[in-house]
């Protein structure tokens, strides 16, 4: 298995621009989510889903939206970006949540730049 | 509200002491409570989790502690190793959500 992929591994953009970060998980896990992560401020998260076509908004959603078409898929996508959501971004599943919770696995993370 | 308070920012022990890094949150519906481990250029991987109907939970040289009427929880480390130097992170979830602290950085001096 290959775990949680996350795609590109760097990306900078200029203002205003759009782009789709990817995330792929190969482990059948329900739960997925996306979270940023900025000095001094831990890991905030940005949107989840808890299974194909079902999603939901985290802390921090706006300028961000997200879609789930497939259990193996949960691309973020950045609409009109700002020079705020410069960040590292990181892609998390977790296995089926029969009303638990339970440990999720981290992608590598993807580090955008907006300029 | 819903912030996680994580204490201390940044911690430094000689090899072989023992570390603990303590988090505080308000909400006491919160019911899982994890510990990740981040290395350098890397995505946090869980280290320990507790679920609020246990008090403590041990792991090999990793334990965590959890007081629900203070809404407190810790991570312990025994027997520090230069291995264990990473940024440590405490969660709490509730209902598909979870919010982080802010993070400990650990320096374990050789």
């Known amino acids: 298995n290959a775990g949680v992929t996350q795609t590109p591994k760097f990306q900078v953009l200029k203002t205003g621009q759009s782009m789709t970060l990817q995330c792929a998980q190969d482990m059948n896990h329900e739960y997925m989510s996306w979270y940023r992560q900025d000095p001094g401020m831990g890991l905030r998260l940005i949107h989840y889903s808890v299974g194909a076509g079902i999603t939901d908004q985290g802390e921090v959603p706006n300028g961000y939206n997200v879609s789930r078409s497939t259990t193996e898929d949960f691309p973020l996508r950045l609409l009109s970006a700002a020079p705020s959501q410069t960040s590292v971004y990181f892609c998390?599943?977790?296995?089926?949540?029969?009303?638990?919770?339970?440990?999720?696995?981290f992608g590598p993370g993807t580090r955008l730049t907006v300029l | 509200g819903e912030n996680v308070e994580q204490h201390p920012s940044t911690l430094s022990v000689q090899e072989g002491d023992s570390a603990v890094i303590k988090c505080t949150y308000s909400?006491?519906?919160?019911?899982?409570f994890p510990w990740y481990k981040q290395e350098l250029g890397k995505g946090p991987q869980l280290i320990i989790d507790i679920r609020s109907n246990v008090g403590e939970k041990k792991d090999q040289r990793i334990a965590v502690t959890l007081n629900k009427t203070a809404k407190h929880f810790s991570l312990h480390i025994t027997e520090t190793q230069p291995e264990d130097s990473a940024v440590y992170f405490c969660a709490r979830g509730k209902t598909y959500k979870y919010i982080f602290g802010t993070g400990t950085r650990l320096k374990v001096l050789a």
């Open positions: 998390a599943s977790s296995p089926g949540l029969a009303g638990r919770h339970n440990e999720q696995f």
């Open positions: 909400d006491s519906a919160s019911n899982y």
